[in-house]
């Protein structure tokens, strides 16, 4: 090989290098970029999820139906309950037969009497061990309700938890559920053991909603924003 072609060779070889370099060069401040932009991505997502995205919270409160619903149903004589026409959770009419009871007479004998209902309601029976109720002891209960399905409760109060009008609530009562809706809060949960809300159910089904009915509200709360969730 000559001495020229050598040379033709390296310059060739030098010049195929520049140009690899060059091509290097070029590329690296892409990639930079490139780099700048999604972490310019990334930042403004995660902004947007702390500050815009929001959950919804949940909490479980204790509860029961307000007592002024309810229309005990009051003797002021020791009486046997004989029978009932009405099972616990019937809805009732105005006049309708609900139980047949005994009782003493002045002459000391035993006379039965129909106890009817006093008003549109849903009949609710007491919780007794034998058929003798105690003078001034309730027969039985009526629940009386409104057209509008609305009805009032007691909860637990929770410092951590509070219910607003609008809040969006289940019943639990004995597996059973009603949906419903706040429409009232009466009080503060700062200050109270209880507070008192109205709620518009969205089903007029209330055969569960006894004076001594175990219920709990689950509350699904206006949906809250991370940043304050992680605060």
Do not use: C
Request: glycine share 2%.
């Amino acid at each position: 090989m000559s001495i020229v072609n050598m040379f033709r060779k390296e310059a060739l070889r030098n010049q195929y290098k520049s140009s690899d370099i060059g091509k290097s060069l070029i590329k690296q401040p892409k990639i930079i970029n490139n780099s700048i932009a999604a972490l310019i991505a990334i930042f403004v997502f995660s902004f947007l999820v702390i500050n815009v995205l929001t959950f919804s919270t949940k909490s479980s409160l204790d509860a029961k139906v307000s007592p002024e619903h309810y229309t005990p149903l009051i003797y002021n004589e020791v009486v046997v309950i004989n029978k009932h026409f009405a099972i616990d959770g019937e809805r009732v009419r105005k006049n309708q037969q609900l139980l047949t009871i005994s009782k003493f007479d002045s002459n000391s004998k035993l006379e039965k009497e129909v106890i009817r209902s006093p008003s549109d309601g849903l009949f609710f029976h007491s919780l007794i061990e034998k058929n003798i109720i105690q003078p001034f002891e309730p027969l039985g209960y009526l629940l009386s309700t409104s057209s509008e399905n609305e009805l009032s409760f007691w909860i637990s109060s929770n410092e951590n938890m509070s219910i607003n009008v609008n809040d969006h609530v289940t019943l639990i009562v004995n597996n059973d559920e009603l949906k419903g809706i706040v429409t009232m809060v009466v009080g503060s949960n700062k200050n109270n053991k209880e507070q008192k809300v109205h709620l518009k159910l969205e089903a007029n089904n209330y055969s569960k909603l006894s004076p001594t009915a175990d219920i709990k509200i689950l509350l699904t709360q206006q949906s809250e924003k991370v940043l304050n969730l992680i605060k």
